[in-house]
C-alpha cells in the first residue's frame, strides 16, 4: 500500500509539471488551431537560461523569475517574427515551420550549452515538512509551485482587462476586432504567456531528469496526451488530464509494464483518446451543417 501511494503522489508531482505544459499547448491551440511541436524546445531553452543565470551566481528564485520574463518576451518575438508571417498559410507550412523552430531551438541550445548532460538546482529544503514520506521535497514543491501558477492564470483570465481581451481574441478573432481588441498584439501576447509557462514546467522538470537539449521530449509527449484527455480546446481539462497522465504513467511503470515501458504509456493514452473521444472529456464537440 505504501508503495501504491507513493507512486501515486509522484504522479501529481510529475503530472503537474505536465499540466504547465498542456495548459501551454491548449493556449497555442486556441490561436493557432494547431499544436505547437516546438513547445518543449522553448521550455528546454528557457531552462537553459535559468540555469546559465544560477552558474553565474544568481540566487536561484531571482533567475527564476528573470527566466519567465525572458521566455515571455521570446515566446512574443517568435509570433511576431515566425509564426505571424505563415499564419494565412495551408496547416502543412505552419506545421513545417513548428518542427523547424523546434529543430532550430534544439541545435542552437546543443551548440551553446553543448549536448553534455548538466545536473539543474532544486530550491527545495531536503526535508519535506510534517513528516511527510510519500514524496521527494522537489515533488512536494512542484505541486505547490503548479497550483500556484495556475490560479494566477485564473485570476488573470478571470477578473483583469487584458485577459478577457486574451480570451476573446482567441475564440471570436472578428468579433473581437470590431470592438477595438487588436487581435494581432493579443496573440503575441498569448504566445509570450504560454512560453513563460512553459518555462516553468521546464525549470521544475530539469532537476528530476537532468538537463539535455533532448529533456523535454519525452515531457512534450505526455502533456500532449493530457491535452486530448482534457480537450485540446479546454485549458483546465488540459489540467486535470496532467495530474491523470501522471498518476497512470507512474503507477502503471510500476506495476503493470515496467519502467522501461513507460513513455508508452503516453502513446496508449493518446492513440485511446482519439478512437474514442476525439474531443476529450471535456473539450466541446465541434458540429458542422452541411
Same mark, same amino acid.
Given at each position: 500500500?505504501?508503495?501504491?501511494?507513493?507512486?501515486?503522489?509522484?504522479?501529481?508531482?510529475?503530472?503537474?509539471?505536465?499540466?504547465?505544459?498542456?495548459?501551454?499547448?491548449?493556449?497555442?491551440?486556441?490561436?493557432?488551431?494547431?499544436?505547437?511541436?516546438?513547445?518543449?524546445?522553448?521550455?528546454?531553452?528557457?531552462?537553459?537560461?535559468?540555469?546559465?543565470?544560477?552558474?553565474?551566481?544568481?540566487?536561484?528564485?531571482?533567475?527564476?523569475?528573470?527566466?519567465?520574463?525572458?521566455?515571455?518576451?521570446?515566446?512574443?518575438?517568435?509570433?511576431?517574427?515566425?509564426?505571424?508571417?505563415?499564419?494565412?498559410?495551408?496547416?502543412?507550412?505552419?506545421?513545417?515551420?513548428?518542427?523547424?523552430?523546434?529543430?532550430?531551438?534544439?541545435?542552437?541550445?546543443?551548440?551553446?550549452?553543448?549536448?553534455?548532460?548538466?545536473?539543474?538546482?532544486?530550491?527545495?529544503?531536503?526535508?519535506?515538512?510534517?513528516?511527510?514520506?510519500?514524496?521527494?521535497?522537489?515533488?512536494?514543491?512542484?505541486?505547490?509551485?503548479?497550483?500556484?501558477?495556475?490560479?494566477?492564470?485564473?485570476?488573470?483570465?478571470?477578473?483583469?482587462?487584458?485577459?478577457?481581451?486574451?480570451?476573446?481574441?482567441?475564440?471570436?478573432?472578428?468579433?473581437?476586432? #470590431?470592438?477595438?481588441?487588436?487581435? /494581432?498584439?493579443? !496573440?503575441? $501576447?498569448?504566445?509570450? @504567456?504560454?512560453?513563460? &509557462? *512553459?518555462?516553468?514546467?521546464?525549470?521544475?522538470?530539469?532537476?528530476?531528469?537532468?538537463?539535455?537539449?533532448?529533456?523535454?521530449?519525452?515531457?512534450?509527449?505526455?502533456?500532449?496526451?493530457?491535452?486530448?484527455?482534457?480537450?485540446?480546446?479546454?485549458?483546465?481539462?488540459?489540467?486535470?488530464?496532467?495530474?491523470?497522465?501522471?498518476?497512470?504513467?507512474?503507477? #502503471?511503470?510500476?506495476?503493470?509494464? /515496467?519502467?522501461? !515501458?513507460? $513513455?508508452?504509456?503516453? @502513446?496508449?493514452?493518446? &492513440? *485511446?483518446?482519439?478512437?474514442?473521444?476525439?474531443?476529450?472529456?471535456?473539450?466541446?464537440?465541434?458540429?458542422?451543417?452541411?
Amino acid at each position: 500500500m505504501d508503495a501504491l501511494l507513493q507512486q501515486v503522489f509522484a504522479g501529481l508531482a510529475t503530472g503537474g509539471i505536465y499540466a504547465s505544459l498542456a495548459l501551454a499547448l491548449v493556449m497555442i491551440y486556441q490561436a493557432t488551431h494547431l499544436v505547437n511541436f516546438a513547445q518543449g524546445e522553448m521550455a528546454m531553452f528557457s531552462t537553459y537560461i535559468a540555469w546559465a543565470l544560477i552558474e553565474a551566481g544568481m540566487p536561484y528564485w531571482a533567475a527564476f523569475f528573470i527566466t519567465i520574463g525572458i521566455a515571455f518576451v521570446l515566446g512574443a518575438v517568435i509570433e511576431r517574427v515566425v509564426i505571424r508571417p505563415v499564419e494565412n498559410a495551408s496547416v502543412l507550412a505552419v506545421v513545417v515551420v513548428f518542427i523547424g523552430l523546434l529543430v532550430i531551438l534544439n541545435s542552437v541550445a546543443g551548440w551553446i550549452f553543448t549536448y553534455t548532460i548538466k545536473s539543474f538546482p532544486s530550491p527545495f529544503p531536503r526535508e519535506l515538512p510534517f513528516g511527510l514520506r510519500f514524496m521527494s521535497p522537489h515533488q512536494l514543491g512542484a505541486i505547490g509551485v503548479t497550483v500556484v501558477v495556475l490560479l494566477l492564470l485564473y485570476a488573470f483570465f478571470r477578473f483583469t482587462p487584458l485577459g478577457l481581451a486574451m480570451r476573446a481574441a482567441a475564440q471570436n478573432p472578428e468579433s473581437s476586432r #470590431l470592438v477595438g481588441i487588436r487581435v /494581432g498584439w493579443m !496573440l503575441a $501576447l498569448g504566445w509570450g @504567456l504560454a512560453a513563460a &509557462i *512553459g518555462s516553468v514546467a521546464g525549470m521544475m522538470v530539469a532537476p528530476i531528469v537532468y538537463l539535455d537539449p533532448n529533456m523535454m521530449s519525452g515531457v512534450l509527449l505526455y502533456a500532449f496526451a493530457a491535452a486530448l484527455v482534457g480537450g485540446i480546446d479546454n485549458p483546465w481539462g488540459a489540467v486535470i488530464g496532467g495530474f491523470v497522465v501522471g498518476v497512470l504513467e507512474n503507477v #502503471l511503470g510500476a506495476f503493470v509494464i /515496467g519502467n522501461e !515501458l513507460k $513513455l508508452s504509456v503516453a @502513446l496508449i493514452i493518446i &492513440i *485511446g483518446v482519439l478512437l474514442v473521444k476525439p474531443s476529450g472529456f471535456f473539450g466541446r464537440v465541434q458540429v458542422t451543417r452541411v
